[in-house]
C-alpha cells in the first residue's frame, strides 16, 4: 500500500504570505489526489481533486499541484489569513479508499 | 438538518459495555465510510458501503460491527473495546465510490473514551 508522507512539523507563517504544502507517496501513481482541511475536533472537509492527467488546479486562493514524476503534490494557499491556520490533509486513491496522509498544520500568525 | 450528522458527540463505555454510533447522511449519496483517528496517527479507513453492500473491511477487529440498513444511515455497534480503541470515530459520504471517485463528506465525528 501506499506510504503518504506529510510534513509532521506545523508549518509558521505570516498573514498575506503563500503557505506551500508538501505531500508526498511511494509507489504508484494514484489517479485521484485530494486535498481536504481539518479544524481540532472536527471532520475534515474536502477542498480540491485533482486527476493524474491534470498538473494543476485552482479555486479561488487555493492551487494544488500533481507531478506524477517526483511523487508529489503541493498545495498552495496565497494571501494567507488567521482563518487559514488548520491541519491539511492530502488523500490519494487506492481501489475505492482513499488514504490519508498524517496532515500538515499550518498557523498564520497576524 | 444537512450534511452528515452523527450521534452521539462524545461516549464514554468501561471495556465491558456494548453501544452503537449512528450517522446519517442527507445529501443523497450511495457510498458511506467509517474512519478512525488516532491522536497522532493518520486517519484510518475501517469499512466502505457502497449501495448498502459493505465493499470494504480494512481488517478491522470483530469487536466493531458495523450495519447499514439503507444509502443514508450508517451504524458501528462496538462491544467489549479496549482503552487503545479511545479516539474520534468520524463518518463520511461521498456520492459513488468506484471506479470514478468523489470526494468525501464527514460529519463531525464522536470523541470514544474507553475506560
Known amino acids: 500500500s501506499q506510504k503518504i508522507e506529510q510534513n509532521s512539523e506545523a508549518l509558521n507563517i505570516q498573514e498575506g504570505k503563500t503557505a506551500t504544502l508538501t505531500c508526498n507517496y511511494t509507489?504508484?501513481?494514484?489517479?485521484?489526489l485530494q486535498w481536504y482541511r481539518q479544524d481540532p475536533g472536527r471532520g475534515p472537509v474536502f477542498l480540491l481533486l485533482i486527476r493524474e492527467n491534470e498538473k494543476e488546479k485552482r479555486k479561488e486562493r487555493l492551487k494544488v499541484t500533481f507531478d506524477t514524476t517526483l511523487k508529489q503534490s503541493l498545495f498552495h494557499i496565497t494571501a494567507s489569513q488567521p482563518a487559514d491556520s488548520a491541519t491539511y490533509l492530502c488523500a490519494l486513491q487506492e481501489g475505492n479508499m482513499l488514504t490519508f496522509g498524517g496532515g500538515t498544520r499550518l498557523m498564520v500568525k497576524p | 438538518e444537512t450534511g452528515v450528522t452523527q450521534t452521539p458527540r462524545h461516549l464514554v463505555m468501561g471495556m465491558t459495555n456494548k453501544k452503537s454510533l449512528k450517522c446519517e447522511q442527507h445529501?443523497?449519496?450511495?457510498?458511506m465510510y467509517w474512519y478512525k483517528q488516532s491522536a497522532k496517527k493518520p486517519l484510518e479507513l475501517m469499512f466502505v458501503?457502497?449501495?448498502?453492500?459493505?465493499?470494504e473491511n480494512n481488517s478491522v477487529p470483530s469487536r466493531f460491527s458495523p450495519e447499514c440498513p439503507n444509502s443514508s444511515h450508517l451504524f458501528l455497534h462496538l462491544h467489549t473495546l479496549q482503552p487503545e480503541d479511545s479516539a474520534l470515530y468520524l463518518c463520511?459520504?461521498?456520492?459513488?465510490?468506484?471506479?470514478?471517485?468523489?470526494?468525501?463528506?464527514f460529519g463531525p465525528g464522536t470523541r470514544l473514551t474507553v475506560t
Open positions: 463520511a459520504s461521498s456520492q459513488d465510490n468506484y471506479p470514478r471517485f468523489y470526494e468525501q463528506y
Open positions: 509507489n504508484y501513481s494514484p489517479a485521484y
Open positions: 445529501l443523497g449519496h450511495n457510498a
Open positions: 458501503y457502497n449501495f448498502k453492500e459493505q465493499t
